[in-house]
């Protein structure tokens, strides 16, 4: 069974950094593509960074750099790192499974953990 499980928001001033991890298993035999959503209160959910098991990423285009998405494949986790954080960032984090081999493309989605960026 494919389970994934979200861990580390909290509230931070502007400036400061947070670190999020995504415990993802359940799919040894699946490709796959572990990703990081955020949806703030009357705004659509977005893409904020992805990470494949080859290694490849991208991001949204709002990081500039800012964030970086990094995997430890012995732990099962997915890490966003996130500095210099702003209040526009202020939403639920996601994490996204999304899992493809031969059959059907099957996404599995975290309960979400939230992310309050404020003075």
């Known amino acids: 069974q494919v389970q994934v499980v979200e861990s580390g928001g909290g509230s931070v001033r502007p400036g400061e950094s947070r670190s999020l991890s995504c415990v993802a298993s359940?799919?040894?035999?699946?490709?796959?593509?572990i990703g990081w959503y955020r949806q703030a209160p009357g705004k659509e959910r977005e893409l904020v960074a992805r990470?494949?098991?080859?290694?490849?990423?991208n991001y949204g285009d709002f990081v500039k750099g800012r964030f970086t998405i990094s995997r430890d494949n012995a732990k099962n986790t997915v890490y966003l790192q996130m500095n210099s954080l702003k209040p526009e960032d202020t939403a639920v984090y996601y994490c996204?499974?999304?899992?493809?081999?031969?059959?059907?493309?099957?996404?599995?989605w975290g309960q979400g953990t939230q992310v309050t960026v404020s003075s």
């Open positions: 990470i494949n098991d080859g290694g490849r990423t």
């Open positions: 359940g799919f040894t035999r699946d490709f796959w593509a």
């Open positions: 996204n499974a999304h899992l493809t081999l031969f059959g059907p493309d099957r996404d599995y």
